[in-house]
Antibody
Framework: EVQLVESGGGLVQPGGSLRLSCAAS????????MNWVRQAPGKGLDWVSY????????YYSDSVKGRFTISRDNAKNSLYLQMNSLRDEDTAVYYC????????????????WGQGTLVTVSS | EIVLTQSPATLSLSPGERATLSCRAS??????LAWYQQKPGQAPRLLIY???DRATGIPAKFSGSGSGTDFTLTISSLEPEDFAVYYC?????????FGGGTKVEIK
């Protein structure tokens, strides 16, 4: 069974940092591109970042560019999101979501999703 | 950035009725559109990809259609577990974007 389990969320002050992790199982992790998607409380879905299977290609949304860093460790079947200079508007549930296979287009849908981890930025 | 506009924002229907949800793109996305279902407290689940292909395990009561800028998700006969929020998403261009969602609620 394909499974994605996020961790690392919590309460952080504005300007602070947090590192999210996503543990993947049930599939060949290095064969898939991965993403982070977030959802502010009571709001819609917002794509945050993409990383290719090898880690060589990375994209960010404009709202997080320069503050967030996506990375992966294929030996550990893990995806990460380092979040720095956090703002109130970064408060959201952060989902790890699998993209397409590495041989497909980098532009893809998300399937499956993890259960999410809540990040709250507040003083 | 491609903007996706979903309508209506809320759809009030009874079990057994047919639901028709709309997603309109600000520019052509070809057939590169997906639909997701999200229930309260749960992660989104992929229903439809590339406008009309059902994801693995998705029942035939869910169907998608459209191309270019106008897309439709149809639920043929609503069951209690289908009342949820539905989102569309385009994969035509970066950044990947979602619509604002349509809530299907029990009338």
């Amino acid at each position: 069974e394909v499974q994605l389990v996020e961790s690392g969320g919590g309460l952080v002050q504005p300007g602070g940092s947090l590192r999210l992790s996503c543990a993947a199982s049930g599939f060949t992790f290095s064969s898939y591109n991965m993403n982070w998607v977030r959802q502010a409380p009571g709001k819609g879905l917002d794509w945050v970042s993409y990383i290719s299977g090898s880690g060589n290609t990375i994209y960010y949304s404009d709202s997080v560019k320069g503050r967030f860093t996506i990375s992966r460790d294929n030996a550990k079947n893990s995806l990460y999101l380092q979040m720095n200079s956090l703002r109130d508007e970064d408060t959201a549930v952060y989902y790890c979501a699998r993209g397409g296979r590495v041989e497909w287009s980098s532009l893809n849908w998300f399937d499956p999703w993890g259960q999410g981890t809540l990040v709250t930025v507040s003083s | 950035e491609i903007v996706l506009t979903q309508s209506p924002a809320t759809l009030s229907l009874s079990p057994g009725e047919r639901a028709t949800l709309s997603c309109r793109a600000s520019q052509s996305v070809s057939n590169y559109l997906a639909w997701y279902q999200q229930k309260p407290g749960q992660a989104p689940r992929l229903l439809i990809y590339d406008a009309s292909d059902r994801a693995t395990g998705i029942p035939a009561k869910f169907s998608g259609s459209g191309s270019g800028t106008d897309f439709t998700l149809t639920i043929s006969s609503l069951e209690p577990e289908d009342f949820a929020v539905y989102y569309c998403q385009q994969r035509s261009n970066w950044p990947l974007t979602f619509g604002g969602g349509t809530k299907v609620e029990i009338k």
